[in-house]
Nanobody, 127 residues
Framework: QVQLVESGGGLVQAGGSLRLSCVAS????????MGWFRQTPGKEREFVAA????????VYADSLKGRFTISRDNAKNTVYLQVNSLRPEDTAVYYC????????????????????WGQGTQVTVSS
């Protein structure tokens, strides 16, 4: 059974930063790409960023590029999302997820390309 546990969310003022973490267990973490998504009530889950199984390649939502950074530490089975210059519109529940494909050469932005999800961590940005 694969488990993903996110942490690091919280309440922060606009302009602040947070580092979200996602610890994985139950699967060889280093063999799968990972993604971060976010969701607000009444809206579909939105792609944020993805990182390849080796960490060599990353992809971001165009609107978030430059403020968000995804990274991973395969020795710690952990993927991170550094979020800077936060804005009230970044308020959401942030989820990490594992890609379905073993050592895929491609990164996917679609939620259907991920099979295991964490429970989410709430990020609230006050103005």
């Amino acid at each position: 059974q694969v488990q993903l546990v996110e942490s690091g969310g919280g309440l922060v003022q606009a302009g602040g930063s947070l580092r979200l973490s996602c610890v994985a267990s139950g699967r060889t973490f280093g063999n799968y790409a990972m993604g971060w998504f976010r969701q607000t009530p009444g809206k579909e889950r939105e792609f944020v960023a993805a990182i390849s199984w080796s960490g060599a390649r990353t992809v971001y939502a165009d609107s978030l590029k430059g403020r968000f950074t995804i990274s991973r530490d395969n020795a710690k089975n952990t993927v991170y999302l550094q979020v800077n210059s936060l804005r009230p519109e970044d308020t959401a529940v942030y989820y990490c997820a594992t890609d379905t494909r073993f050592r895929s050469a491609a990164l996917t932005r679609g939620a259907s390309g991920y099979d295991y999800w964490g429970q989410g961590t709430q990020v609230t940005v006050s103005s």
